[in-house]
């Protein structure tokens, strides 16, 4: 079985350096940082080899620029230019939710929904849609219970 991304890489490498951006931003966060990475993301590679940089705003420019061969080495580049320009929002990790257990429900909330399946004549679809039946009207229940 052949690998998608070597089929990838061979097309994007017949445009030219250009094509080459995918391995830039996959290795960009690493290559300097978080907090750099929060404010200048690569833009493009231009034709002459040149990796074009977005900056937040212009100190972010001139800060990166000093650091512009470290950076390249790191990347594998040979050049970079640092601008101001679009920079992709960073996502803020949301706070983690506990995992709950799948709620147990009562014998009277079982009996419901075997009550609610009793029409369906095949017996292993009658058996999963009480069940589902019965897990709903228990999550039902907890869902109100916590208003």
Known sequence: MKHLGDEVKRELGRFGPEGGIGEVVEAWPAAVGETIARSAWP????RDGTLHVNTADSIWAFELTSRAADIA???GVDRIRFA??????AVEPGPERPSRRPLEPS???RQEGARLAAGIEDENLRKLVARAAAASLAKGISDRSVC
């Open 73 to 75: 080495k790191r990347l």
């Open 43 to 46: 833009a493009r590679v231009a």
């Open 84 to 89: 101001p320009g679009r920079v992709p929002e």
């Open 107 to 109: 014998e009277s909330l």
